[in-house]
């Protein structure tokens, strides 16, 4: 069966979260990253591997890195990027302190789209025979890099899938994200400077992307995304919501939390989202007839729609994968939508059953 959902943190202060039980280590050679430079991060602070200690001749004590005991330790997520939702929710919380509802509804929406619904497991970056044995087309089992069911274009730092590679870090897009941050926030990504941002690479966009699109559900998760180095990449004892050029190349190049890192001080999620886009407000819609043909599309949801977004994703996009499941895989689409709903229950949205009940 899929594992529970995880429910919120029973301590949800700040507290140092690059501590000795979480080292950074370089890839290996098996390991998986993708699009997501907060996701990319905790794999590359997986859990310490247990170790028989050793005594030190040389310094004559006991390794001081040696841990012993990882009963009370979480793991963040596994070094090789395959993850369980479960897993997912636990480290985005662990480490970032993400919201629990927030958590929860970005990993089932990512799972159920990307994942093996069968394994329970998910590539955090491409496609990899590690998640299990296919369901079979129109499925993807992609992995996070899967282009158009939840990643998608005018990404901050990753390219348009049209331009060939929407998941690595572009060198080009991130010397930009350092020039606005000079620009608009005196060194630092701050608010000011997400939103000038998001707007620059909406434009680029539709100036340079034939097959631009900006419809729901990539509408939401692009100003979403926006916010998430002001909530989740500035160290939680700082009152000063700016996320400094050293630490950003931390996170998005090297996949790596600073030096004493401490998460943020309460859960945390899209805060200022909604100044994001007022600040350029753009209807959702694509490129319908090459650059510059930016046209917006009344059926996708927006801001003042929010329940269109859960229904569009589960009809059209959950629906278009899975059109006639059977056996484990559909009774596992039932419990994930199920999760997936239950992470948005209080927005009074309708849930929506389209493989009936268990
Ligand atoms: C982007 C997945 C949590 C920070 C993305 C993208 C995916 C993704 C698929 C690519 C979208 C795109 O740009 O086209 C997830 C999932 C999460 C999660 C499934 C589970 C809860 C987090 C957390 C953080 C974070 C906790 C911060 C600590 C970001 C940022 C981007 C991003 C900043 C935008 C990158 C850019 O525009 O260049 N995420 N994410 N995400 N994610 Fe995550
Ligand atoms: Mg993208």
Same mark, same amino acid.
Request: neutral net charge.
């Given at each position: 069966?899929?594992?529970?959902?995880?429910?919120?943190?029973?301590?949800?202060?700040?507290?140092?979260?690059?501590?000795?039980?979480?080292?950074?280590?370089?890839?290996?050679?098996?390991?998986?990253?993708?699009?997501?430079?907060?996701? &990319?991060?905790?794999?590359?602070?997986?859990?310490?591997?247990?170790?028989?200690?050793?005594?030190?001749?040389?310094?004559?004590?006991?390794?001081?890195?040696?841990?012993?005991?990882?009963?009370? +330790?979480?793991?963040?997520?596994?070094?090789?990027?395959?993850?369980?939702?479960?897993?997912?929710?636990?480290?985005?919380?662990?480490?970032?302190?993400?919201?629990?509802?927030?958590?929860?509804?970005?990993?089932?929406?990512?799972? /159920?789209?990307?994942?093996?619904?069968?394994?329970?497991?998910?590539?955090?970056?491409?496609?990899?025979?590690?998640? @299990?044995?296919?369901?079979?087309?129109?499925?993807?089992?992609?992995?996070?890099?899967?282009?158009?069911?939840?990643?998608?274009? %005018?990404?901050?730092?990753?390219?348009?899938?049209?331009?060939? !590679? &929407?998941?690595?870090?572009?060198?080009?897009?991130? &010397?930009?994200? /350092?020039?606005?941050?000079?620009? #608009?926030?005196?060194?630092?990504?701050?608010?000011?400077?997400?939103?000038?941002?998001?707007?620059?690479?909406?434009?680029?966009?539709?100036?340079? $992307?034939?097959? #631009?699109?900006?419809?729901?559900?990539?509408?939401?998760? %692009?100003?979403?995304?926006?916010?998430?180095?002001?909530?989740? #990449?500035?160290?939680?004892?700082?009152?000063?919501?700016?996320?400094?050029?050293?630490?950003?190349?931390?996170?998005? =190049? !090297?996949? =790596?939390?600073?030096?004493?890192?401490?998460?943020?001080?309460?859960?945390?999620?899209?805060?200022?989202?909604?100044?994001?886009?007022?600040?350029?407000?753009?209807?959702?819609?694509?490129?319908?007839?090459? +650059?510059?043909?930016?046209?917006?599309?009344?059926?996708?949801?927006?801001?003042?729609?929010?329940?269109?977004?859960?229904?569009? #994703?589960?009809?059209?996009?959950?629906? @278009?994968?899975?059109?006639?499941?059977?056996?484990?895989?559909?009774? $596992?689409? /039932?419990?994930?939508?199920?999760?997936?709903?239950?992470?948005?229950?209080?927005?009074?949205?309708?849930?929506?059953?389209?493989?009936?009940?268990?």
């Amino acid at each position: 069966d899929p594992a529970k959902p995880p429910g919120p943190l029973k301590y949800n202060g700040t507290k140092l979260v690059y501590d000795r039980a979480h080292p950074w280590k370089p890839l290996g050679r098996d390991d998986i990253r993708g699009p997501c430079p907060g996701l &990319n991060t905790l794999a590359s602070h997986g859990m310490v591997t247990l170790t028989a200690k050793s005594w030190n001749w040389v310094s004559r004590a006991w390794p001081l890195t040696t841990i012993t005991d990882l009963s009370n +330790i979480e793991q963040y997520l596994p070094r090789d990027g395959v993850a369980t939702p479960a897993q997912i929710i636990t480290a985005v919380q662990e480490g970032f302190n993400m919201q629990n509802n927030l958590a929860r509804f970005v990993t089932y929406a990512a799972h /159920i789209v990307d994942g093996n619904l069968v394994t329970d497991l998910v590539s955090i970056g491409g496609k990899t025979r590690e998640t @299990g044995p296919d369901p079979g087309a129109p499925a993807i089992v992609g992995g996070l890099n899967t282009h158009a069911v939840f990643e998608g274009d %005018a990404s901050m730092t990753r390219a348009d899938f049209a331009f060939g !590679d &929407n998941h690595s870090l572009n060198t080009t897009l991130f &010397n930009q994200f /350092i020039d606005y941050s000079n620009r #608009f926030g005196g060194g630092f990504y701050n608010l000011t400077v997400a939103q000038e941002l998001r707007w620059q690479r909406i434009q680029e966009s539709i100036a340079t $992307n034939p097959t #631009f699109d900006f419809t729901s559900p990539r509408f939401f998760t %692009a100003y979403a995304e926006s916010t998430f180095p002001i909530s989740f #990449f500035v160290d939680g004892r700082n009152p000063v919501r700016a996320l400094s050029i050293a630490n950003a190349t931390l996170f998005f =190049k !090297d996949s =790596k939390f600073p030096v004493d890192f401490w998460r943020p001080a309460a859960p945390s999620g899209a805060e200022g989202i909604a100044e994001v886009f007022s600040a350029h407000p753009i209807a959702p819609g694509k490129n319908a007839n090459g +650059i510059n043909s930016y046209t917006p599309d009344p059926t996708s949801a927006d801001f003042s729609t929010f329940c269109l977004l859960y229904t569009n #994703f589960v009809t059209r996009t959950v629906g @278009g994968l899975y059109p006639n499941p059977k056996g484990v895989l559909k009774r $596992n689409l /039932i419990i994930n939508l199920g999760y997936l709903y239950d992470a948005i229950d209080t927005s009074g949205c309708t849930e929506l059953f389209p493989y009936g009940t268990l």
